[in-house]
C-alpha cells in the first residue's frame, strides 16, 4: 500500500482549462509539500504546507492542505503548456533524517 | 539561485563493475540525500546523511550501497557489483536544517549493461 496515493495519474487538457490533482492518505502529516518535475531533471520544490486548512497560491497554482492534514491537492487555473510535467507530493519525516517519501505522481500535460 | 551539481549526467557501466556518482551539494547545507528513480516508477529514497554519518537509509540501500563525504564540497554515492536493475535515474538533494528547503539535483542517468 502507497503512503501518498496520487490522483490522476495521468491527465491531458486543453491551454486555458482549469485542473485539481489530488494527494491522499490515510496518515496525518505535519507537513506535506509539492514538487514539479521536468523530464530529465530533479523535482523542483513549488510549496511546502503545514497547517489543517492552510491554503497558499503561487501565481495560478493553489494548494491547500486538508483540515485533518491527511492530504492536500492542487488547483491550476487557466493552464499553460509550460505547466506541462510531473507534479508530485512528497512527506518530510523529519525524525527520520528529512527523509522524503514521495507519491508516485500525476504527469500533466497541457496541450495548445 | 545556488544549485545541487551531479556528475556525470549519463553513466553506463557493465554489470558486476562499480561506479560512483557524484553530488555537489549547496555550501551552506547540512543534510545530504540520495535519492533514485526508475523509469516510470516513482521517486524512492535511498539514505540521508548528516554530521558526516548515515542519518536514515531505506531497504533498498544494503551493502550493495556506500555514500562518503570525502572532503567538504562533495558528497558520493558508490554503488558496487551493480546489477541491472539498479539502472535508474539517482538524485542528489540537499538541505540546510532536514526540513522544508529541499533542493535536487539534475540527476545521473545509469544504465546497467
Known amino acids: 500500500t502507497q503512503l501518498l496515493e496520487q490522483s490522476p495519474q495521468f491527465l491531458s487538457i486543453q491551454e486555458g482549462e482549469n485542473l485539481t490533482v489530488y494527494c491522499n492518505s490515510s496518515?496525518?502529516?505535519?507537513?506535506l509539500q509539492w514538487y514539479r518535475q521536468e523530464p530529465g531533471e530533479g523535482p523542483v520544490l513549488l510549496v511546502t504546507?503545514?497547517?489543517?486548512?492552510e491554503v497558499k497560491k503561487l501565481k495560478r497554482l493553489t494548494f491547500q492542505f486538508g483540515d485533518a492534514r491527511k492530504d492536500s491537492s492542487l488547483h491550476i487555473t487557466a493552464a499553460q503548456t509550460g505547466d506541462t510535467g510531473l507534479y508530485l507530493c512528497?512527506?518530510?519525516?523529519?525524525?527520520?533524517?528529512?527523509?522524503?517519501?514521495f507519491g508516485q505522481g500525476t504527469e500533466l500535460s497541457v496541450k495548445p | 539561485e545556488p544549485e545541487v551539481t551531479q556528475t556525470p549526467s549519463h553513466q553506463v557501466t557493465q554489470m558486476g563493475q562499480e561506479v560512483i556518482l557524484r553530488c555537489v551539494p549547496i555550501?551552506?547545507?547540512?543534510?545530504f540525500y540520495w535519492y533514485r528513480q526508475i523509469l516510470g516508477q516513482k521517486v524512492e529514497f535511498l539514505v540521508s546523511?548528516?554530521?558526516?554519518?548515515?542519518?536514515?537509509k531505506s531497504e533498498i540501500f544494503d551493502d550493495q550501497f556506500s555514500v562518503e563525504r570525502p572532503d567538504g564540497s562533495n558528497f558520493t554515492l558508490k554503488i558496487r557489483s551493480t546489477k541491472l536493475e539498479d539502472s535508474a535515474m539517482y538524485f542528489c538533494?540537499?538541505?540546510?536544517?532536514?526540513?522544508?528547503?529541499?533542493?535536487f539535483g539534475s540527476g545521473t542517468r545509469l544504465t546497467v549493461v
Open positions: 538533494a540537499s538541505s540546510y536544517r532536514g526540513r522544508n528547503g529541499y533542493t
Open positions: 496518515s496525518v502529516f505535519s507537513s
Open positions: 504546507v503545514v497547517t489543517g486548512g
Open positions: 512528497a512527506v518530510p519525516f523529519y525524525n527520520q533524517g528529512g527523509k522524503l517519501i
Open positions: 555550501s551552506n547545507h547540512l543534510y
Open positions: 546523511f548528516y554530521n558526516n554519518e548515515i542519518s536514515e
